[in-house]
């Protein structure tokens, strides 16, 4: 995230979703209005240490007094989930990205079909919000392990009878049948789904027939590991410097040893923050942001995970 890119912002207020969720608000310190943001975004939050990580925005798309984020603390995470949960404390100032969307909502869609589990929901809540504002048709699958694990239930009530909840833990409870779910979606529907990797993995099967314009993916981390195999070289178009990519570190790595500052957050391919111009060469792409179309088209890359199948890179940098 470069300085540019950067706001500042206080935590005006923490509420506490469940036991594991917390629901964090974030307002300007001068009382000013924020950028708007569109369904499906997410903003990157510099935490202590510098730790960067990114968070699906789930307020209201309209309100630009304040930005709401619902996050999970995550054991077996990197340790930003926790810094939040344990060290965050109302007051705090912030630095934060403007929001970036590469989860957008197609708003004019003749059907919408969303499918979220456990904290997944976080990109869909407005998505649903702003669907129902608009009059347009949706439905909405949500799958957890338990009622009072799931959070923003009340929030998704107000839908009434477009959101179905499943919880696989419950009595008699069971897991949301995406397969079924998909066999059954007209054809010109829009297909959403943001989970754990395993309803991910089920959902790319069920729709690896679909027309993939119509399949939109949030992933929360990568699915597959970086590239650090090395050997290549990477030249900045802008300044005409080259700077080699040795074994065990990814072109981001690189980078930032040859004392440069490129614009970066997740480091696992997933928020798009690095993604940067590719004027020749052939890369190694191992992001979740870009479609088998971008990839093939190899117009863009992310620089935190990706790496290069030429000697050579040229980057528009």
Do not use: W
Not at 97 to 114: D, G, K, Y
Not at 126 to 142: E, I, K, S, T, W
Not at 173 to 193: F, Q
Not at 250 to 256: E, F, G, K, N, V
């Amino acid at each position: 995230m470069t300085a540019e890119h950067r706001l500042t912002v206080r935590v005006h207020a923490i509420a506490f979703e469940t036991d594991a969720v917390r629901q964090l608000e974030l307002r300007d310190p001068e009382a000013r209005l924020l950028p708007s943001f569109t369904p499906g975004a997410h903003i990157d939050v510099t935490l202590q240490d510098g730790v960067v990580r990114s968070y699906s925005l789930i307020g209201d798309t309209l309100d630009t007094t304040r930005y709401v984020l619902g996050v999970q603390r995550e054991p077996q995470g990197r340790g930003g989930s926790r810094l939040i949960h344990e060290q965050l404390r109302v007051g705090a100032l912030l630095k934060v990205s403007r929001p970036t969307n590469n989860f957008p909502l197609r708003e004019n869609a003749p059907a919408s079909i969303f499918i979220a589990g456990g904290i997944g929901i976080t990109p869909i809540l407005p998505m649903a919000d702003r669907l129902a504002v608009l009059g347009r048709p949706f439905v909405l699958y949500f799958g957890a392990r338990e009622r009072n694990t799931a959070p923003f239930l009340s929030r998704l009530a107000k839908h009434g009878d477009k959101v179905r909840i499943s919880f696989s833990r419950a009595p008699g409870g069971r897991r949301v049948d995406i397969s079924a779910i998909v066999a059954v979606a007209p054809a010109d529907a829009e297909l959403y789904c943001c989970g754990p990797s395993g309803m991910l993995d089920t959902f790319a099967a069920a729709t690896s027939g679909r027309d993939p314009a119509r399949v939109h993916v949030e992933y929360f981390s990568a699915t597959e590991p970086p590239a650090v195999e090395g050997g290549f070289r990477v030249t900045l178009a802008r300044s005409g410097r080259t700077i080699p990519v040795p074994p065990s570190m990814t072109i981001l790595d690189a980078l930032i040893a040859a004392g440069l500052e490129p614009p970066c957050s997740c480091l696992e391919g997933v928020c798009g923050t690095c993604e940067t111009r590719v004027i020749e060469g052939l890369p190694d792409h191992r992001d979740r942001v870009l479609s088998p179309q971008e990839r093939a088209a190899n117009k863009t890359m992310m620089l935190c995970c990706s790496g290069s199948k030429s000697e050579l890179l040229v980057l528009d940098m």
